[in-house]
């Protein structure tokens, strides 16, 4: 029996999938360990929701609902997640991921079967501190999944989040930098880490004020609470 992919279910929201009413579909389990996490519960523990559950909550909200949203967590870590994908399409479901980009051969199985339409890929930092920031070594992984996506001209965009104290302008004007040189010419989007107390690396509050002024103008940047 497989194990309980899903952590939780948030039945309803209108900010998450562009365009669509949608649920949240949160995985247990990450590759990363952020320091400014707050889902910890999320990222070291274990499933609750069994895909057949899942399967069943989107029958019901048939008519109601528009998509899906598959976060975490590291929804791609879940080994059945192509054939999931494909169910929740049977049901007519959009789905949108959230991704790390840890994964980019399950990233690419779920666009060459047109099993996911919208992807959110989290650009976590730039290269020398992808490691202080994730708790994890391989910026290179992650790397690929972006080119594979702009290579495909697949419709995502990407996101930072930033604590003041471990991002400054210049980390994301790198950033900017990068995905420019690389074609990236959607939006890109940045939040602010909101504090709260019970983080992975048990970060403290921003003393540094983020400057947005130094923010190069390459890109179209968008803040999102
Ligand atoms: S913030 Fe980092 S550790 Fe937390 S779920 Fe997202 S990728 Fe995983």
């Known amino acids: 029996m497989s194990r309980k992919p899903l952590y939780d279910i948030t039945?309803?929201?209108?900010?998450?999938?562009?365009?669509?009413?949608?649920?949240?579909?949160?995985?247990?389990?990450?590759?990363?360990?952020?320091?400014?996490c707050y889902n910890k519960d999320i990222v070291f523990g274990d499933g609750k929701i069994s895909k057949e559950e899942a399967l069943s909550f989107l029958q019901k909200r048939k008519g109601l609902l528009e998509g899906v949203v598959l976060s975490g967590g590291e929804a791609t870590l879940y080994a059945d997640l192509v054939e999931f994908c494909r169910q929740i399409k049977a049901l007519d479901y959009k789905i949108k991921l959230d991704t790390n980009g840890l994964n980019p051969q399950i990233v690419s199985a779920?666009?060459?079967?047109?099993?996911?339409?919208?992807?959110?890929?989290?650009?976590?930092?730039?290269?020398?501190?992808?490691?202080?920031?994730?708790?994890?070594?391989?910026?290179?992984?992650?790397?690929?999944?972006?080119?594979?996506?702009l290579g495909?001209?697949?419709?995502?965009?990407?996101?930072?989040?930033?604590h003041s104290d471990l991002l400054q302008p210049e980390d994301i004007n790198q950033i900017i930098d990068d995905l420019k040189k690389r074609g990236y010419e959607n939006t890109y989007y940045l939040q602010k880490f909101v504090y709260t107390p019970d983080t992975i690396g048990k970060v403290e509050e921003q003393k540094d004020v983020f400057d947005t002024s130094k923010l190069s103008a390459d890109l179209k940047v968008i803040w999102r609470q």
């Open 11 to 36: 039945p309803f929201t209108a900010l998450d999938f562009p365009d669509h009413l949608a649920a949240i579909f949160w995985f247990a389990k990450c590759q990363m360990q952020c320091v400014y």
């Open 110 to 149: 779920l666009v060459e079967n047109d099993l996911v339409d919208y992807i959110a890929l989290d650009y976590k930092a730039p290269k020398q501190k992808f490691e202080a920031i994730t708790k994890n070594k391989h910026f290179d992984i992650f790397s690929s999944t972006l080119e594979y996506l």
């Open 152 to 162: 495909k001209a697949f419709p995502f965009e990407v996101r930072t989040t930033i």
